[in-house]
């Protein structure tokens, strides 16, 4: 069966600090890939999303960027973080076609 | 664009109480529909989902039907428990590109003993 893992699950970052969340799926090839963030008490904003290995949508203009460079494999970096990056991100993949999304256990951050 | 509207929260009921949580959708074409919950802590589960319209989606007690003329997608459930508390978000899903999910803004739910 396919399964999603994220990493770390909490994480606290000075600002100005650098940042890299990982998200890896297995059980499944070629899987579209996704990151959301959470602002507290808000709804889900998409950032970013991948058809494919090395391609990148992004979503909103701002202070991270996203990576693919294995097929099950999405990376979440910034290079100076801000405090209004603080919230909760999630990944979440689908397959191709017409099947719904599924969502990793997120990872809360918190800037100080 | 599309766009989701869910009811506003919180919404704080007693337990074995009936459940409703509205959502109307704008959106082009016939877009799939989806209802995710969150627990607290934890990231999004799939409750249920429609496909087309007249699709009555299903899950746990919980059930929400596709409705085309009235665009939209209500959450039901007769019996709350308590283990029903929870956020949940309406969704839905275009007909295009990489099938991006639009969501509300999603409901608080508390179920009181």
């Known amino acids: 069966s396919q399964t999603i893992h994220q990493w770390p699950a909490t994480l606290v970052q000075p600002v100005g600090s650098p940042l890299s969340l990982e998200c890896t799926v297995e059980?499944?090839?070629?899987?579209?890939l996704y990151w959301y963030r959470q602002a507290a008490g808000r709804g889900l904003q998409l950032l970013f999303y991948?058809?494919?290995?090395?391609?990148i949508s992004s979503e909103v203009p701002q202070n991270l960027s996203a990576s693919r460079p294995q097929d099950r494999q999405f990376i979440l970096s910034s290079k100076k973080l801000l405090l209004s990056d603080s919230g909760f991100y999630l990944c979440?993949?689908?397959?191709?076609?017409?099947?719904?999304?599924?969502f990793g256990d997120g990872t809360r951050l918190s800037i100080l | 664009g599309n766009s989701v509207t869910q009811m506003e929260g919180p919404v704080t009921l007693s337990e074995e109480a009936f459940l409703t949580i509205n959502c109307t959708y704008t959106?082009?074409?016939?877009?799939?529909l989806f209802w995710y919950v969150q627990y607290p802590g934890e990231g999004l589960q799939l409750l249920l989902k429609?496909?087309?319209?007249?699709d009555k989606g299903s899950n746990k007690g919980f059930e929400a039907t596709y409705r085309k003329e009235t665009t939209s997608f209500h959450l039901e459930k007769g019996s709350v428990q308590v283990s029903d508390s929870a956020v949940y978000f309406c969704?839905?899903?275009?007909?295009?590109?990489?099938?991006?999910?639009?969501f509300g803004q999603g409901t608080r739910l508390t179920i009181n003993p």
């Open positions: 979440a993949w689908k397959e191709q076609g017409n099947q719904p999304q599924h």
């Open positions: 429609a496909t087309k319209a007249d």
């Open positions: 991948s058809v494919g290995i090395g391609q």
């Open positions: 959106a082009t074409g016939y877009p799939s």
């Open positions: 059980g499944t090839s070629n899987p579209n």
């Open positions: 969704a839905l899903r275009g007909i295009q590109g990489a099938q991006k999910l639009v």
